[in-house]
């Protein structure tokens, strides 16, 4: 977590979370990171639907899609942004092996990410298989995917503007079209 607080330093952005089935793991995270209070703006945990609908997320995709959906994630992760004025924000929601009598759609053992770009309005999902049958260690599997995956899209934005890199990557591709090197970051973007 500590590249993450750093990456975001690096590129003077801010982050809010809205998390359900981690219960605020990522928001502790991110906080136990020295600096932290400069990237972090604002964390919510909203475990009941009637406190997701008072936080924004739109009543009618709950019920067209359930609270474990990706379309929802998508929803808050924009709506937190949106609250909190942060360039980006993340919501995680998902089943962490429990039935949910308040939620009785959706996938067992799934979590849905979503972090939110708000400065390019972009969105940038994991859909997670839950591998433990321990809560504990399934949060933690969730929070490695957001670490891994903010990683990624703070390394574009680092190298995006980084004209070498273009350089390098043109001079590749009029070599052979696309090279190995572009597909292979192309793959690990995905």
Known sequence: MERVVKKLIELNKTI???????GGGLANAITNVPDASKVIKFSAITYSNEYKIKMGV??????KYSVYSMEVAR????VISNYSNSNYGVWITGKLKKMDFNNLN?????AFLSIYDHDNDIFYDVKIKLC?????????QIIGEFIDKFLKIAWFF???DNY???YLLYKAMAK????ELFKRVYVWWK
Request: one cysteine or more; glycine letters at 4%.
């Open 58 to 63: 739109n009543s009618d995709l709950i019920q």
């Open 16 to 22: 809010s979370t809205m998390e359900s089935c981690t």
């Open 158 to 160: 680092l190298v995006k």
């Open 132 to 140: 433990f049958d321990d809560r504990i260690d399934n949060k933690n």
């Open 75 to 78: 929803d808050m992760a924009k």
């Open 164 to 166: 070498l890199c273009y």
């Open 106 to 110: 959706g996938e067992d053992d799934v």
């Open 176 to 179: 052979d079209g696309v090279s």
